[in-house]
């Protein structure tokens, strides 16, 4: 079994930054992609950012160039480093972390985010 768990979030104030941090527990397999989505209320989840093992990384639009995505493969770790954060970015962030070779995809339970104008 695989368990996600989310960390860093938390109630700012437009222009400040937070960090975000998401672990992915298991004994036996090692991670390939790790990705943040966040869901804001009343909306879908949309995917934030990604990154692989290699470290290749994609961004959604709105957060190219404020959020830096990264990780940390021998803690099976991803960091998403928000900059600049807007009211717009209030909402849950999920964390999806997908298994090396079966490509089975374990969500964390998402922590908020809030921020205020």
């Known amino acids: 079994q695989v368990q996600v768990v989310e960390s860093g979030g938390g109630l700012v104030q437009a222009g400040e930054s937070l960090r975000l941090s998401c672990t992915a527990s298991?004994?036996?397999?090692?991670?390939?992609?790790m990705a943040w989505y966040r869901q804001a209320p009343g909306k879908q989840r949309e995917l934030v950012a990604e990154i692989t093992r290699s470290g290749s990384t994609n961004y959604a639009y709105s957060a190219k160039g404020r959020f830096t995505i990264s990780r940390d493969n021998a803690k099976n770790t991803a960091y998403l480093q928000m900059n600049s954060l807007q009211p717009e970015d209030t909402a849950v962030y999920y964390c999806k972390a997908v298994i090396l070779g079966s490509g089975t995809a374990y969500w964390g339970q998402g922590t908020q985010v809030t921020v205020s104008s």
């Open positions: 298991s004994s036996y397999f090692s991670v390939s992609n």
